[in-house]
């Protein structure tokens, strides 16, 4: 109700008790009423002040809801136990730009296993290894919102993954333990597990990954793991060159090649 419509009830209202009270045995005519709706139907509130101040309010409440609504980053496929609860049914961008300038790296230690596919397990490594002691640190390489922490004790062991802001999800694997709970958020560079050996491991070492809709994506095509910090400080998902996994065949090696082509041109 706008201030004129308020000041127009108030003002009826007054009237109405004031002529009731007069003579309360009076009824009021018949059109009374309908006559003060049409009345306030008729009010003209363009010439309101307190006008533009509601509409400014209200463009501050959709902007509000609209960054909520950005945020469904953290509400669709959120309920899942899996690593990709994406599934396959969701549409994946030709492009998109994902923001990554506030990266942190998880741990300190050097790539000791690259991404694709393994020929001595005849499968795809998903993620990046990175050597760690026993108890070292692991950050969380983003800002973001803990999905799950689980075991899984013939695969990840211990592992955390993490929803970010900028759509990504990082999974952290081989831990000593966890040291969030799902559903918390946590800051770029927050302290989030202890590294381990645990699961599939052949020493200890932080197994990471970086997946987009549930898609692993290299992570070396964001991450410069030499120097610590992002190749570029956007990066650009493209569906033909990440929407698909490295083939578990002879192709792969095609893929790797072009991919790691595309990296050391990055670099220069
Ligand atoms: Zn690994």
């Not at 003209?44 to 307190?50: I, L, R």
């Not at 081989?174 to 966890?178: F, G, N, Q, T």
């Given at each position: 109700m706008t201030f004129g419509k308020i000041k127009t009830f108030i003002t009826v209202t007054i009237a109405t008790l004031a002529a009731l009270s007069a003579s309360a045995q009076r009824q009021l005519p018949a059109g009374h009423n309908s006559q003060h709706s049409s009345l306030l139907a008729s009010q003209?509130?363009?010439?309101?002040?307190?006008k533009i101040e509601n509409n400014s309010r209200l463009l501050q409440d959709v902007k509000q809801r609209e960054e909520m609504f950005d945020n469904e980053v953290f509400s669709?496929?959120?309920?899942?136990?899996?690593?990709?609860?994406?599934?396959?049914?969701v549409v994946i961008p030709e492009r998109k730009d994902i923001d990554v300038s506030e990266y942190v790296a998880p741990v300190t230690g050097i790539v000791t296993s690259n991404y694709g596919y393994r020929p001595r397990f005849g499968r795809n490594h998903k993620g990046i290894d990175l050597a760690l002691h026993v108890g070292d640190t692991v950050r969380a390489a983003f800002s973001g919102k803990v999905r799950l922490t689980r075991y899984e004790r013939a695969g990840y062991g211990h592992y955390v993954v993490i929803r970010h802001e900028n759509g990504l999800e990082t999974v952290y694997g081989?831990?000593?333990?966890?040291l969030v709970k799902p559903n918390q958020y946590v800051k770029a560079g927050e302290p989030i597990a202890l590294g381990g050996n645990t699961g599939?491991?052949?020493?200890?070492h932080l197994h990471f990954e970086t997946r987009y809709l549930g898609l692993a994506i290299n992570p070396a095509d964001i991450i410069d793991f030499e120097n610590k910090t992002?190749?570029?400080d956007v990066f650009t998902f493209n569906k033909k060159i990440?929407?698909?996994?490295?083939?578990?065949?002879?192709?792969a090696s095609k893929k790797r090649t072009y991919a790691s082509r595309k990296r050391s041109s990055k670099k220069k």
């Open positions: 003209n509130s363009s010439a309101n002040p307190f669709v496929a959120w309920e899942s136990q899996l690593v990709n609860p994406y599934g396959n049914d081989h831990l000593s333990r966890a599939r491991s052949t020493g200890p992002v190749l570029r990440h929407g698909v996994l490295p083939p578990v065949k002879a192709k």
